[in-house]
Every structure is written in C-alpha cells, then in structure tokens.
C-alpha cells in the first residue's frame, strides 16, 4: 500500500511569488492535514480536510490556504511568499473521521524563499 | 490549549546504551503519537499510544494517560536511532495533534 505522497520535495521561491504544494494520502483515507515545520517554531498545525470541507484550521494568516478534492487529494496554497514562510511542510493522513486515528505523514516539501 | 513537553531536549549516547524520553501534556487525551524524524525530514510512525504499553523491537512505550505523560524507551541505541524524536497528542477537546519540542538524539559508534 503507497504511502503518503507529497509533491514537489523540494522547491525554490522569490519573496511576493505563490506556490502550490500537491498530497496524496494512504488509499482510503479521507482526513488530510498540513503541517509546517520551522526550527523557530517548531511543527504547527495549518489545516485539516475531510471529504473536501476544511474542518479545523490552525493559526496561519489567510495568505495560507487548501482544498481537498473528491478522491482525497489536497493542495495547500500559499500566496505573496514571505522570507519567514520557508520550512518543511508535511502532509498526513488518517483513516479515521475523528481524531482518535493514527496519522500518518508524507515525506515533505521543503520550500525556500529567497 | 494544551501544552506538550518533552525531555530532555538533547541526548548523546554511546552505541548500545539505554535511554528514556519523557513527554508531559497539560491536559486530558484521546491520543498520542511518538514519531522519529528521519534526516531527510518524513515523520516515521513509532507508536500509536493513547493509553497502555506497546514494545516494538528494541523500542517500547508507555503512556499513563491519568497522570499525564509518556515514556518512550530505547534499548541497545544504534547509531541509526539518531534523529529527532516528537510526541503529538489530541486534547480530549481538541480537533487537531500538537506536537511537542522534540528531544534530538545522538547515538555515536
């Protein structure tokens, strides 16, 4: 069974450009959240999808943005790119529609912005 | 919300010695997860541990979820080990895992 897929794993950017980062989850999962990771701040949370509603968003300003489409695929946007907005970004999925299910992650974008 | 620590934040060992991590939360669960940060990144899935004990190998985990923590033990540490290990736990009224700090491991030959 494929795991988490995410794309692209790595990407370069300019300061004011956007960029879209692609994840496919474990076959048959329906939930997906984002995850930034930052050394500063750690591994915070973005947001969570299910079945192609956004259910639970984290502290992130509206320059951050997802979707999730109908076979469970999610993208997540981030748009006028700031210096401070380089990090890991990861992606999990879980199989269960509450949050008692064990998440599971994707390898990670890891974006720079110059 | 609720807040995650974990200890120590930095541990060096020698090949084939013992270690335990500790991950405190500062309110109720209904689930905990430990992972271990590969170098390039991806979060690896070690245990799936709201409540009891699970052994996996050299590696086991305890979580006494009324007196608020868990415990991840290492036994016979390999140099392989090395890396980042993360406690993340869903409060019982939250909708999303936290992470905590991390403890950054360093086994050497």
């Known amino acids: 069974k494929a795991g988490v897929t995410q794309t692209p794993r790595y990407l370069i950017k300019t300061r004011g450009q956007q960029v879209t980062l692609s994840c496919s989850p474990i076959s048959g999962h329906r939930s997906v959240s984002w995850y930034q990771q930052t050394p500063g701040q750690g591994l915070q949370f973005l947001f969570e999808?299910?079945?192609?509603?956004?259910?639970n968003k984290g502290n992130f300003p509206g320059r951050f943005s997802g979707r999730q489409f109908s076979n469970s695929r999610s993208e997540m946007n981030v748009s006028t790119l700031e210096l401070g907005d380089s990090a890991l970004y990861l992606c999990?999925?879980?199989?269960?529609?509450?949050?008692?299910?064990?998440?599971?992650f994707g390898e990670g974008s890891r974006l720079t912005v110059l | 919300g609720i807040q995650v620590e974990q200890s120590p934040p930095d541990l060096i060992l020698q090949e084939g010695a013992n270690s335990t991590l500790r991950c405190n939360f500062s309110d109720s669960v209904n689930n905990l997860q430990w992972f271990h940060q590969n170098p390039w990144g991806q979060l690896i899935n070690l245990f799936y541990?709201?409540?009891g004990t699970k052994q996996n190998g050299r590696l086991s985990a305890t979580t006494v979820a009324t007196e608020r923590y868990s415990l991840l033990y290492i036994s016979s540490s390999q140099t392989t080990d090395s890396g980042v290990y993360f406690c993340a736990v869903v409060a019982n009224y939250g909708q999303n895992f936290v992470f905590g700090p991390g403890t950054r491991l360093s086994v050497l030959p």
């Open positions: 999808y299910f079945s192609e509603t956004q259910r």
């Open positions: 541990i709201p409540s």
């Open positions: 999990a999925s879980s199989l269960k529609t509450d949050t008692t299910g064990e998440l599971f």
